[in-house]
C-alpha cells in the first residue's frame, strides 16, 4: 500500500466527517438527518458484513444477531448505569467482537451452508434470550427517552448523522486496513482454497477467527445508537432479519473485493430503501432488496464494482482502436 | 546414508472401516530424492496428507527434523519446512501468479519481519527460476496446465522448505512438458531440497529417483532402487493384476 494512497484516503476520510458535519448542523428538517443515519448505519453493516463475508468467503446470516447485541448492549448500559454514549459503542464492540469470537469457535470449522445456517441460529437464539429478559424489556420492548445533543448540535438528529459518518469512517478504515494487508492476503487465500491456505502457511481457524471477531464488533457497534434512534426497542426489530439479508445484498451489489464496494452498495441500496419507504410503501423497499439482488447476481456478479472495471476496459479498448 | 530428515512409522489411517493406510513406515534421509508409487487408490496422497498435514493420523508417529509432527496442524509444518504441491492444481484464483507466492513469503518466511522483506522482489525470483517471470501479473485463473503445475512448485517453493512432496506434479504433461517440469526438481534437489515424488509415469519416477516405495492397498510392499522396484514381482502384480 503506498504511502500517497493512504495520505488521500485519510483526507478523503476527514472531508467527509467535515461535509457530514456541515450538512448536519445546517441542515432544519431532523427526517433527512435520520434517514441519513439508517443509510450510514447499512454502509457500517455493510462493510463489516464483507470483512468475513466478502474477503474470506464465509456467508453470515446473522447480521441482526450482531446489530441486536450492540443495541441491547447499548439499552442495558443505559438502564443500568446511565452510561454515556461513546461508552454504549465501546461496550457494544467488546461484546460484539466477543460473539463473532464466540461463534467462530464453534461454527467456523463448518464449512459453506452449514457456517451461514448456524450464524442464523444464533440470531434466534439470541432474541429468545432477550425475549424472556423482563429487565430489558421482554418481547413488549423498552421505551427510552434521547438526553440531551451534545455541543455544537442543536438536536439529536444532527449528533446521529455525524456519529454514523464517524462510525463508517472507523468500519470502513478497519476493513481497508485488513484488505490490504497481510490478513486480507490470508483471508483471500482461505476463500480461494482453504486447504492449499493451510498448506501455505496461513493459520486458516486463527484468521477466521480474527476476521469473524472484527466483523461482529462493527456489526454491534452499528447496533449501539439504534434503541436511542428510535427511541424505542423490541427485540423483533432490533434482531430483524432483514438486517442479515441487507448486510448480505449490499456488498453483492457493490462488489465484494474492496472496500469500496459494500460502501458504494449501500449507499446505492440504503438510499432506494428510504426514497421507496417514502413516496411508494415500506412493504415495497424489503422487495427491492430481491429484486436488486436477483439483478445483480445474474447480470453482474462481481457488482458495481466489476461492471465498473469491465466498463474502463471497455473505454480503453475503444480509445486504442480510434 | 546421511541424515533422517522424515521418519514415518507405523502410520495407520481409517476412513470408517476402509484402511487406508496399514503400518506404513519409512525413512527419508535428507537430501534425498524419493519416488512413492502405487496403483489408484493404494494410498499414496493419503500418506502424504498424512506427513503434510491435511489428515491427521490415526496411529503411528511422524518425525520431521527430530521432532514429532503428527498432531501439529498443516500450516505448523509448513513453517518446520514440509511443503507440498497437489495433485489437481488448487491456485488461489483470485490472485496474480505472482501473489499467490506472496502468501507464503509472508505467512511462513517472513512472519516476524514483514516490513523489512520485499515478498514481490523475492516471488519473483523465484518464478524467474521456474520460467513463469512473464505470467507474473497474469491471474492464476488464466494458466494453462504446465504453467498451473510450475505455479503449484512455486508456491510450494516460496515457504522455503527442507521437504518438498510433489503430488503428481507431472499427469496429463506432454513428454516434452514432463522433462521440463523434472529439470525443475533435478535442480532443486541440488539446492539441498529433500524430494518426495509421487507420479504415475513410470518413465519420470524412475528417472527421478534414487530410492522407490511401492505402496499396494496401504500397505508398502516393496522398497529399493528404481530398478529392483520394476523387476519385483509383488509391484508388477499390483500394477498388472496378473
Known amino acids: 500500500m503506498s504511502k500517497a494512497r493512504s495520505a488521500v484516503f485519510w483526507i478523503g476520510c476527514a472531508v467527509v466527517i467535515a461535509l457530514a458535519t456541515a450538512v448536519a448542523l445546517s441542515m432544519k428538517a431532523e427526517y433527512y438527518l435520520l434517514a441519513g443515519y439508517v443509510v450510514l448505519q447499512f454502509v457500517i453493516l455493510a462493510t463489516a458484513w464483507n470483512i468475513l463475508g466478502g474477503y474470506c468467503g464465509y456467508v453470515n446470516f446473522g447480521t441482526g444477531a450482531f446489530f441486536g447485541v450492540g443495541a441491547y448492549t447499548a439499552v442495558l448500559l443505559i438502564k443500568s448505569y446511565a452510561a454515556p454514549l461513546p461508552v454504549q459503542i465501546l461496550a457494544a464492540a467488546v461484546m460484539g467482537g466477543a460473539l463473532g469470537f464466540g461463534t467462530g469457535l464453534l461454527t467456523l470449522r463448518l464449512r459453506g451452508i452449514f457456517f451461514s445456517i448456524a450464524t442464523v441460529a444464533v440470531a434466534i437464539i439470541l432474541q429468545t434470550v432477550v425475549i424472556n429478559w423482563r429487565y430489558l424489556g421482554g418481547a413488549t420492548g423498552v421505551q427510552l427517552l434521547r438526553p440531551d445533543p451534545l455541543w455544537p448540535f442543536a438536536n439529536y438528529a444532527q449528533m446521529l448523522f455525524v456519529l454514523g459518518a464517524i462510525l463508517c469512517v472507523v468500519a470502513v478504515a478497519a476493513a481497508r486496513y485488513i484488505g490490504t494487508s497481510w490478513l486480507g492476503r490470508g483471508l483471500r487465500a482461505i476463500r480461494d482454497n482453504e486447504e492449499a491456505a493451510e498448506c501455505t502457511g496461513v493459520p486458516t481457524l486463527k484468521l477466521k477467527l480474527i476476521a469473524c471477531a472484527v466483523s461482529g464488533a462493527l456489526m454491534s457497534v452499528a447496533g449501539a445508537p439504534f434503541a436511542m434512534y428510535q427511541q424505542y426497542l423490541e427485540p423483533a426489530g432490533a434482531f430483524d432479519l432483514n438486517y442479515s439479508v441487507s448486510a448480505l445484498a449490499m456488498p453483492i451489489i457493490g462488489g465484494t473485493a474492496h472496500w469500496i464496494g459494500p460502501v458504494l452498495g449501500a449507499l446505492l441500496l440504503g438510499t432506494v430503501q428510504q426514497v421507496v419507504t417514502v413516496t411508494v410503501s415500506s412493504e415495497l423497499n424489503v422487495m427491492v432488496v430481491g429484486v436488486l439482488l436477483v439483478v445483480f447476481v445474474v447480470a453482474a456478479p462481481e457488482g458495481i464494482l466489476g461492471l465498473s472495471t469491465k466498463l474502463w476496459r471497455w473505454f480503453a479498448r475503444a480509445k486504442a482502436a480510434r | ?242
Do not use: W
Request: glycine residues 8%; hydrophobic residues 45%; contains cysteine.
Open chain 2, 1 to 242: 546414508m546421511s541424515e533422517t530428515l522424515l521418519r514415518v512409522d507405523k502410520v495407520c489411517k481409517n476412513f470408517g472401516g476402509f484402511a487406508a493406510l496399514t503400518d506404513v513406515s519409512v525413512s527419508v534421509a535428507k537430501g534425498e530424492r524419493f519416488g512413492l508409487i502405487g496403483p489408484n487408490g493404494s494410498g499414496k496422497t493419503t500418506l502424504i496428507n498424512c506427513v503434510s498435514g491435511a489428515f491427521r493420523n490415526d496411529g503411528g508417529s511422524i518425525v520431521f527434523s527430530g521432532e514429532e509432527i503428527s498432531r501439529l496442524p498443516a500450516y505448523q509444518r509448513v513453517r518446520r519446512g514440509i511443503a507440498r504441491s497437489f495433485q489437481i492444481p488448487r491456485p488461489f484464483r483470485s490472485m496474480s501468479v505472482l501473489e499467490n507466492l506472496v502468501v507464503p513469503l509472508e505467512f511462513v518466511v517472513h512472519r516476524h519481519s514483514l516490513h523489512h522483506a520485499d515478498t514481490r522482489a523475492e516471488a519473483m525470483e523465484i518464478l524467474k527460476g521456474m520460467g513463469l517471470a512473464d505470467k507474473a501479473e497474469t491471474p492464476s485463473s488464466r494458466l494453462s496446465q504446465v504453467e498451473l503445475r510450475k505455479l503449484e512448485l512455486a508456491r510450494a517453493m516460496a515457504a522455503r522448505p527442507q521437504l518438498l512432496i510433489s503430488d503428481e506434479a507431472m499427469a496429463g504433461l506432454s513428454s516434452n512438458e514432463v522433462d521440463e517440469v523434472l529439470d525443475i526438481l533435478f535442480r532443486l534437489n541440488e539446492q539441498g531440497i529433500t524430494i518426495i515424488m509421487i507420479e504415475h509415469i513410470m518413465q519420470a519416477v524412475m528417472r527421478f529417483s534414487q530410492r522407490v516405495i511401492c505402496l499396494d492397498a496401504g500397505r508398502i510392499i516393496c522398497e529399493g532402487t528404481p530398478e529392483a522396484i520394476v523387476k519385483n514381482g509383488d509391484v508388477q502384480r499390483a500394477y498388472l493384476g496378473a
